[in-house]
């Protein structure tokens, strides 16, 4: 990292901030050291928590909920590791469009899933 940076005012901020910590890492790593390459790759602390629900499955479980962002896999020894699932070269308007597109596809699928479950 360089100098550290400001925390995130936002969601989109936050996930940038993920993203460019994964692509920064040489492959895929432990969910564990997630929070730690964080806070030493931008100066201060990861605090998931202000802009996900993290819940009973913990930061694998939160982290699956933005595949778009965070792959999220386990490896040969089965423990679980992270990567990023966008280019190391994206730029921040390409993450947020993705972002975007990602949320509309979700709410295209609750619809759907709310409309089928009323039709049945």
């Known amino acids: ?17 993920i993203h460019t910590v994964l692509a920064a890492q040489p492959g895929p790593f432990p969910i564990d050291l997630v929070k730690d390459a964080y806070s030493k790759h931008l100066g201060h602390k990861c605090a998931i928590e202000r802009f996900l629900v993290v819940g009973e499955g913990g930061l694998a479980a939160t982290l699956k909920r933005i595949p778009h962002i965070v792959n999220v ?3 040969g020894t089965g423990a679980t590791v992270v990567s ?31 409309a089928k479950a009323q039709a049945a």
Do not use: C, H, V
């Open 73 to 75: 896999t386990t490896d």
């Open 84 to 114: 990023a699932s966008q280019s190391a070269d994206l730029s921040k308007a390409q993450l947020i469009d993705a972002d975007s597109a990602y949320r509309r596809e979700l709410i295209k699928k609750n619809a759907l899933a709310k």
């Open 1 to 17: 990292g360089g100098a550290p940076t400001r925390p995130p005012a936002n969601i989109e901020d936050f996930l940038w901030n």
